[in-house]
Every structure is written in structure tokens, then in C-alpha cells.
């Protein structure tokens, strides 16, 4: 086999997992962070993220010498770039991607290289991404070379393969599909998507299917999107059903009888750094042909507003009915802040921009049950992190948004019950 050390770049829900399984197959893995703390908690063996069954992996490949950390890329064979891909803060109707984090790694780990080494890009990225990370490259070392414009691209002295390979997998079962889950290889020549196979095939059980970059990368933009048009679907469905007096949950289950619909569940918009982000690289790209797709963004990011608005209606009908009170005296419960179920990832969470919108807009209490972190983000500080117990019982508006576990079956006796995600 000829990667003896693989270095990951991004130690975050994917850069981390990803560097554990290489490690857990005896491979020397380097991983780098800018983030000190992430740094300092992996050489220990810990980890700073919430993954089932990660942690052990994390542990036994720090202990057994596999793995570790640092802020500085050093010599490996191969170099993953999982590092994030945000807009650009501006106030264009249309986010314009940011890929200065991906520029930075490529220069980071320019140093580094050596003839022979092989460079995958796995953080989700608008078409053509790779190949400007390959110009990145090229500019930085002018000494080696990389695969050229789409008409010199050949294996005839390239120094460096590089390639796409997103990642395709569920928070809180990232270990497992990281093993089974096929994956999409899109080098930018033959021998750069040979070469990733073999990299992957350390410990991917899931078959590794070859297409060119653009392909790949549009790939996972395009799973995303079908995802983020389906929850569309589900989102402008509930919200018709409540300005028709009619209960979407019972309505979803009796179309989703026919042997061939397969309607999802409504919640209270589209959070992650997938799904909610992803389709914007498309529209971006091509604004007058990705029309359903930009609606359906509009959709889901108009939700929470929506349900910003059932808070501030129940609000009303409280006081109305409660005329000695005023605002002042009314507590908001909101119960689940991360993006999806069971897990502590606030990424683009609509739940906790709801939270957070209500905390700013109501001069009352406004509380929070997450189960699934110790503390608030230093931006929600108006919002008090409580226990289950302690909302359900103080609480006069109940908005449910995130269907944890730890909520299936509770019983709230109120009449101002907003339940947004669950039947």
C-alpha cells in the first residue's frame, strides 16, 4: 500500500471521523486543525464533538500512536480537505460561496508536498472548486505539477493527483456509513481517481464509483437538493393545512398510504451544513435555470418566520385570556436546538435562530431544553438553557421544534402547545 501517512485537514463532524477510520487500520494519521482546543482534546483522546462510538475509535488510535494532531500540515502521502464552505457575508437574495477556507488548506499543506502525493477535496463544494484548489496548488508550488485546464488534463507528468470525494453521511451514524455508504471518486484525470480508490479502500466497504471532478461535486450538491425540495414540500404543505384548519400530520399519513408517495415530515425549516446550504452552490452557478430549487430555498428559510409568528399569535391569545399579565409575565418554552434529532449540531439550526429571533423580540422569559449540549452559543445569551422538567412545568408557550428522543411521549397540558416537528 503505498499511503504510510495520511494527513486530514478540518477536524470537524467529518475531518475527524474520516482520520479516526484511516487510524483505526494502523495507518499513520496526521490531523490538522486551526482550532487549538480541538487540537489539545484529540491528543488526549478525547473528542470535541458528539458522535456515537467515536470517541472509543479517537481513543484507541491516540493511544496505540495512529493518530494525532496538530495546527501545522507536516509530510503525508495523501492530504483530505474537509474544511467548511460558508457564503460570503452579504446581502445579495443569492449567497455567493466562500471557499477561503479551502484556499488557506491548500496553501497550508503546499509546504508539505512531495511528488507522488495525492490531494482530495471531501468539504462540499460549488462546481469547480477542485480544479481551482489545483490552480491554488500550482501557484503556491511552481517547483511540482499539478493536473491543468480541461485540455491538458492527463496523467503525463503530474507530480500531484488531485481529486473530489464528498462525504455522504448521517450525524449520529457517521461511523457506520463511513464504512458502508458507496462513494462518488471524481479525479481530475484517470490515475487521480485510481489513486483515491486505493486510498478509500482502506477502509471503505461500500463501493467506489469513478466519474470526473465537476461530476462529484455536483453529486452531492444534487442529493441535497432533492432532500431540501422534498422538505419544501412537507414545510408549504403545513403551513396550507393550517390556514385550512386541517391536521398535517394525519394528512401526510393518509397520502403517504399510496404505494408510491413518500411525503417527509415538516419541521420548522432546513438547518445543517448540507441540506440547507448545498443548493445555493447550484443557483449560485446557474440563477435563471434552478428555479424549483431557489423556491424551495425560499420555502424552507421562510419557516421560521412562520413560526416566529405562531409564537407571537399565542403570546396574543394568552394575554387576552390572562388580562392581569402582561408580556413581561409570559415564558416561551422552546424544546430542541439542534438542526435535526438527537444530536448537538447547531449548525444553520432553525430551531435555535427561532429561539433566538423570539429572545430578541420578547421582553418575557425565554427558555430552552436541548439535551444534547452543556451550554448556549455566546450569540443566544438571552435565552436560558433549562432542563425538561423545569420548562414543562414553568413554561406558558410550548414550542416544540426538534423531535429528540427525550420528548417522545411527553405530556404537556396546555392550551398554547405549538407543536412544529412531530405528530
Avoid at 493536473?147 to 507530480?159: A, K
Avoid at 441535497?224 to 408549504?236: M, T
Wanted: negative net charge; glycine residues 4%.
Amino acid at each position: 500500500m503505498s499511503f504510510n501517512t495520511i494527513s486530514v485537514v478540518g477536524l470537524g463532524y467529518i475531518g475527524l471521523p474520516t482520520a479516526a477510520m484511516f487510524a483505526s487500520r494502523k495507518i499513520k494519521v496526521i490531523g490538522v486543525d486551526v482550532n487549538q482546543h480541538a487540537v489539545d482534546t484529540i491528543n488526549r483522546g478525547e473528542i470535541h464533538i458528539v458522535e456515537p462510538d467515536l470517541d472509543m475509535i479517537v481513543h484507541a488510535a491516540v493511544t496505540e500512536g495512529y493518530l494525532k494532531a496538530t495546527t501545522v500540515p507536516e509530510p503525508a502521502d495523501a492530504f483530505l480537505i474537509a474544511v467548511p464552505t460558508p457564503f460570503k457575508n452579504n446581502d445579495s437574495e443569492i449567497p455567493e460561496p466562500d471557499l477561503s477556507y479551502i484556499k488557506k488548506a491548500s496553501e497550508a499543506i503546499a509546504p508539505a508536498l512531495k511528488k507522488g502525493d495525492l490531494v482530495i477535496l471531501e468539504s462540499t463544494s460549488p462546481v469547480g472548486a477542485t480544479e481551482q484548489m489545483a490552480v491554488w496548488l500550482a501557484a503556491a508550488r511552481p517547483d511540482l505539477t499539478f493536473p491543468g485546464p480541461e485540455s491538458s488534463y492527463t496523467d503525463t507528468n503530474i507530480d500531484v493527483n488531485i481529486a473530489h470525494c464528498p462525504e455522504r453521511v448521517l450525524p449520529g451514524h457517521v461511523v457506520r456509513e463511513l464504512v458502508e455508504n458507496d462513494r462518488v471518486i471524481g479525479g481530475i484525470t484517470a490515475k487521480c481517481s485510481a489513486r483515491s480508490v486505493e486510498l478509500y479502500k482502506t477502509f471503505v466497504q461500500g463501493e467506489c464509483v469513478i466519474t470526473n471532478a465537476r461530476t462529484a461535486e455536483m453529486a452531492k450538491l444534487t442529493e441535497n437538493s432533492c432532500r431540501d425540495v422534498q422538505i419544501a414540500f412537507a414545510n408549504e404543505l403545513s403551513i396550507i393545512c393550517d390556514k385550512l384548519d386541517i391536521d398535517v400530520w394525519e394528512l401526510i399519513s393518509l397520502a403517504n398510504r399510496h404505494p408510491r408517495i413518500n411525503i417527509l415530515q415538516p419541521g420548522p425549516g432546513v438547518g445543517g451544513h448540507c441540506i440547507a446550504v448545498d443548493p445555493w452552490f447550484i443557483v449560485s452557478k446557474t440563477p435563471e435555470q434552478a428555479q424549483i430549487i431557489h423556491t424551495a430555498r425560499k420555502v424552507n428559510d421562510a419557516k421560521p418566520q412562520w413560526v416566529i409568528n405562531k409564537v407571537k399569535l399565542a403570546i396574543a391569545d394568552f394575554l387576552q385570556a390572562n388580562p392581569t399579565k402582561t408580556t413581561k409575565d409570559v415564558t416561551v418554552a422552546c424544546y430542541g436546538l439542534a438542526f435535526k434529532p438527537d444530536i448537538d449540531d447547531l449548525r444553520e439550526s432553525p430551531a435555535l435562530n427561532i429561539a433566538k429571533q423570539i429572545a430578541g423580540l420578547h421582553s418575557g422569559k425565554v427558555l430552552a431544553v436541548e439535551p444534547n449540549i452543556e451550554k448556549l452559543p455566546s450569540d443566544a445569551s438571552k435565552v436560558e438553557l433549562k432542563s425538561l422538567e423545569d420548562i414543562v412545568n414553568t413554561a406558558d408557550i410550548h414550542l416544540i421544534l426538534v423531535n429528540h428522543k427525550e420528548f417522545y411521549g411527553l405530556k404537556i397540558k396546555s392550551e398554547y402547545l405549538i407543536n412544529i416537528c412531530c405528530n
